[in-house]
């Protein structure tokens, strides 16, 4: 005997709170569901025969796995784009706290032992280190080579823990800083243009699953009954 199909393709849940990974379940549970049902068409040929009378031939269908297909696709680039947006994120804390952590011991130690007005000035010895990131790499750099400018000065240094490859590691780790922040926008921007992708192909999925779901509930009823609409 001839499986009819549902007349709903979403299921039913109750509410919950709306999080973010609420959502995002119910997107993943949903896009399965579809597919479910699409397929359960594709494998019933009678029920396939009582769709045809409203249009919803094979190439109909086809039409509608493959906004499910593409619609899934998006889904998973988008969960791919978010992890890679927190991959970044971490990357750039990581990278900001190693950085800091070296400039805070070395002005520590630059204003301890240097007292020219013009280093401690670059040193913003009398201000709090900026937390803003391109803002920090701006003073950690200035501090850098404020006290590399003159030969006695970056003496006293590699005297007190700082030579010139020790000064060079910390300006690395400002690169570090700097690509950190480079890739962290370059995720930022990707799981946008993944999750606008994400909504554009659901929505044309959704638009598709509706008019289905309507011929759907005609379709579901004795095929006598159906040919007279």
């Given at each position: 005997m001839s499986e009819t199909i549902t007349t709903t393709l979403a299921p039913t849940t109750p509410p919950a709170r709306r999080t973010p990974a609420l959502q995002s379940r119910r997107m993943s549970e949903r896009l399965e569901t579809i597919a479910e049902r699409l397929q359960q068409v594709q494998n019933d040929p009678a029920l396939r025969a009582r769709l045809v009378w409203f249009g919803y031939d094979d190439a109909k269908l086809a039409e509608g796995l493959a906004l499910q297909t593409a619609a899934q696709d998006a889904y998973n680039?988008?969960?791919?784009?978010?992890?890679?947006?927190?991959?970044?994120?971490?990357?750039?804390?990581?990278?900001?706290?190693?950085a800091l952590w070296a400039y805070r011991n070395f002005r520590s130690v630059a204003q301890s032992v240097i007292a020219d007005s013009a280093v401690r000035t670059?040193?913003?010895?009398?201000?709090?280190?900026?937390?803003?990131?391109?803002?920090f790499i701006s003073v950690a750099r200035a501090g850098y080579a404020a006290v590399q400018s003159e030969p006695q000065f970056a003496e006293t240094l590699a005297a007190h823990g700082y030579p010139a490859d020790v000064l060079a590691n910390a300006n690395a780790l400002l690169d570090t800083l700097s690509a950190a922040l480079t890739a962290l926008e370059t995720a930022r921007a990707e799981a946008e243009r993944a999750t606008r992708a994400r909504n554009a192909s659901l929505a044309a999925l959704s638009a598709w699953v509706m008019r289905?779901?309507?011929?759907?509930?005609?379709?579901?009823?004795?095929?006598t009954d159906a040919a007279r609409h």
């Open positions: 680039a988008r969960q791919q784009a978010l992890t890679a947006r927190a991959l970044a994120l971490a990357q750039t804390q990581t990278a900001f706290r190693e670059a040193l913003a010895a009398e201000t709090p280190i900026p937390l803003d990131r391109e803002t289905f779901e309507r011929v759907a509930a005609v379709t579901a009823r004795a095929p």
